[in-house]
């Protein structure tokens, strides 16, 4: 069974400032995701990171996939309120579209 | 943006009874999945399904799961005697026309077994 670990689990921070959230595995990734999930919703796709060393930005947002793909990271450069929610990131680990979920980042930014 | 739909928002059963929750992937979607997340818990993978058959199921998707998609638009999970750890949220998940392409999550239906 794949474990994938991400931390922190809580993150409150104050408007401005910048965060890191990690995810990583102990098995290599062929692909990872990282979604944003709102309460009373279902996630939603930020990235897909496929490629070791990979960089994806996305306004204020980069990812980045490690060179062995079994760990990733999301920063987030002056967070604003809007960016509260749940982060979460989930790998596949082979062909299929099997998706392993970790357990979330609740992250909650004040103004 | 497509959505994908999920009906009920709620459902509350008495343990040991059948549940359907349906979802309506979005229209041109060939890859259909459900994914459950137990207050608390991590979101889980429970089954993927294709070309009118299951491509992958999880440990927890046993004899007491099944899918269907019976009319070519809506995909059903259906649960046939519940259990109390059963509750949990339920989300239906459909991708495109390929295998990796971007999944699109419903907003779940949280399912309540007393």
């Known amino acids: 069974t794949q474990l994938l670990e991400q931390s922190p689990q809580f993150l409150s921070i104050q408007e401005g400032e910048n965060l890191t959230v990690y995810c990583n595995s102990s098995s290599v990734f062929s692909s990872l995701q990282w979604y944003r999930q709102e309460p009373g919703e279902g996630p939603v796709l930020l990235v897909t990171?496929?490629?070791?060393?990979e960089v994806k930005k996305l306004k204020r947002l980069t990812f980045q996939f490690g060179d062995a793909r079994k760990d990733s990271s999301l920063h987030i450069t002056a967070a604003q309120p809007g960016d509260t929610g749940l982060y979460l990131c989930?790998?596949?680990?082979?062909?299929?579209?099997?998706?392993?979920f970790g357990g979330g980042t609740r992250l909650m930014v004040k103004p | 943006e497509p959505e994908v739909t999920q009906t009920p928002s709620h459902q509350v059963t008495q343990m040991g009874q059948e549940v359907i929750l349906r979802c309506v992937p979005i229209s041109n979607h060939l890859y259909f999945y459900w994914y459950r997340q137990i207050l608390g818990q991590k979101v889980e993978f429970l089954v993927s399904?294709?070309?009118?058959?299951?491509?992958?199921k999880s440990e927890i998707f046993d004899d007491q799961f099944s899918v269907e998609r019976p009319d070519g638009s809506n995909f059903t999970l259906k649960i046939r005697s519940t259990k109390l750890e059963d509750s949990a949220m339920y989300f239906c998940a459909s991708g495109g026309t390929s295998l990796g392409e971007k999944l699109f999550f419903g907003s779940g239906t949280q399912l309540s077994v007393l």
């Open positions: 399904f294709y070309n009118n058959e299951i491509s992958e």
């Open positions: 990171v496929v490629t070791g060393g």
């Open positions: 989930a790998g596949k680990y082979n062909a299929g579209n099997m998706l392993t």
